[in-house]
T-cell receptor, first 112, second 108 residues
């Protein structure tokens, strides 16, 4: 699989703290997606960037998250104030348009 | 939203058996991708299809955009095939939405 890098691998935060996760997309990929997965269930779409611009995001992201892709080499997803239900695996993926999505290994966030 | 339903939700197969997984979606889509998620959580790409059928070893996938479904067929199941299989459909807006998943257990 292609190399999408996510850091950190594990993140532990207290309720109310801020969290930040980083993603380095595969070189040359113009689309970046973030997904949230709880307990190995379905992947929930969070936000989609095309050429560093956010094109679509769910309400939860608009309200409590901060996501940017300032360059094609580094994107980040942040949670302003962590809540218990934010505990999940956060997966970043990238692709060229209309092609295969490649995933990173994810950041597993635990909110205590 | 764009609900993407997968059937069955869970499946058990004995080694050597075969079965099909199905992915249904509510509107026409540009493409579909199938993944296997292993016990460590890693997503492994299996196929991307914009139309028709693709085959790779013991796996075969079809995509019928008009009828709004895709299938993944596994033959001669092996223990390492165990995991959760997700389809992900790509809308014409390029947004990608995942299905609900099928948890497969291959038994010796």
């Amino acid at each position: 699989d292609a190399a999408v890098t996510q850091k950190p691998r594990y993140l532990i935060k207290m309720k109310g703290q801020e969290a930040e996760m980083k993603c380095i997309p595969e070189k040359g990929h113009t689309a970046v997606f973030w997904y949230q997965q709880k307990q190995s269930k379905e992947l929930k779409f969070l936000i989609y960037f095309q050429n560093q611009q956010p094109l679509d995001q769910i309400d939860m992201v608009k309200e409590r998250f901060s996501a940017v892709c300032p360059s094609s080499s580094l994107c980040s997803l942040g949670i302003r104030t962590c809540e218990a239900e934010d505990s999940a695996l956060y997966l970043c993926s990238s692709s060229q348009s209309s092609e295969t999505l490649y995933f990173g290994s994810g950041t597993r966030l635990t909110v205590l | 939203g764009m609900p993407v339903e997968q059937n069955p939700p869970a499946l058990s197969l004995y080694e050597g058996a075969e079965s099909g997984l199905r992915c249904n979606f509510s509107t026409t889509m540009k493409g579909v991708q199938w993944f296997q998620q292993n016990h460590r959580g890693r997503l492994i790409t299996l196929f991307y299809l914009a139309q028709g059928t693709k085959e790779n070893g013991r796996l075969k996938s079809t995509f019928n955009s008009k009828e709004r479904y895709s299938t993944l067929h596994i033959k001669d199941a092996q223990l390492e095939d165990s995991g959760t299989y997700f389809c992900a459909v790509e809308a014409h807006t390029n947004k990608v939405v995942f299905g609900t998943g099928t948890r497969l257990q291959v038994l010796p």
